[in-house]
């Protein structure tokens, strides 16, 4: 399965800052995914990333919070845009192991980035 | 629509006790079921996952899980817990043969004791 490395792993952030977060896969693949992990609550998927096209986001995610990039296939960036303390939550990368039938595949996951925003 | 609920947002047991996690799934279409891990400061890692075939589903680590359609349950078991398993667990569910994302549950933190 792929490697994922995630970056930066923590990061301590100001109310009202940006932070990019990069995500960097072993091998090219086709979609990349965008999670956020807030304390007792499920992993909820903000976006898509498709190489070559705008990020498809999920209901209430929009582009001007999350901007996306997607260069090439190996490569993503997140960004959270003005943030609040309501923004502090673990932040995944993930990518989808297309080997086997639709719906059967596998989520890889980066190690995450954890971010408090004060 | 997919939909997943997992029992107990904490479970402690024993070392060497049966662990026993809770996950019950909702789907208006067969479903693929998975079970991550995800020790600590680390992402994600697939346990086991249930597509078609065998209901009864080897993992990782010595877990397992039994997908029971009547029940709509697919409850994650390790017969003698480790120190080491101590960790978050996800259930999560996909819709088969689409494209759909996959929905996780909110996660059991399990906690082992010497």
């Known amino acids: 399965s792929a490697v994922i490395s995630q970056k930066p792993s923590r990061d301590i952030c100001q109310r009202g800052t940006s932070l990019t977060i990069q995500c960097q896969v072993d091998?090219?693949?086709?979609?990349m995914f965008w999670y956020r992990q807030q304390p007792g609550q499920s992993l909820t998927l903000i976006a898509t990333?498709?190489?070559?096209?705008?990020?498809?986001?999920e209901s209430g995610f929009v582009i001007d919070k999350f901007p996306i990039s997607r260069p090439n296939l190996t490569f993503s960036t997140l960004t959270v845009s003005n943030m609040s303390p309501e923004d502090s939550s673990i932040y995944l990368c993930?990518?989808?192991?297309?080997?086997?039938?639709?719906?059967?595949?596998?989520?890889?996951f980066g190690a995450g980035s954890r971010l408090t925003v004060l | 629509a997919q939909s997943v609920t997992q029992l107990g947002s904490h479970v402690s047991v024993s070392e060497g006790a049966l662990v026993l996690l809770r996950c019950n799934y909702s789907?208006?279409?067969?479903?693929?079921l998975f079970w991550y891990v995800q020790y600590p400061n680390q992402g994600l890692q697939l346990l086991l996952k249930?597509?078609?075939?065998?209901?009864l589903v080897k993992g990782i680590n010595g877990f397992e899980a039994e997908f029971k359609k009547s029940e709509t349950s697919f409850h994650l078991t390790k017969p003698s817990a480790h120190m080491s398993d101590a960790a978050e667990y996800f259930c999560?569910?996909?819709?088969?043969?689409?494209?759909?994302?996959?929905?996780f549950g909110k996660g059991t933190r399990l906690h082992i004791l010497p």
């Open positions: 993930s990518v989808e192991d297309r080997i086997g039938q639709k719906g059967a595949n596998v989520l890889t």
């Open positions: 091998s090219q693949v086709t979609m």
């Open positions: 990333a498709n190489q070559g096209s705008e990020a498809t986001y």
């Open positions: 789907s208006s279409v067969p479903p693929y």
């Open positions: 249930y597509t078609t075939g065998a209901t």
């Open positions: 999560a569910v996909r819709a088969m043969n689409r494209d759909d994302k996959i929905i």
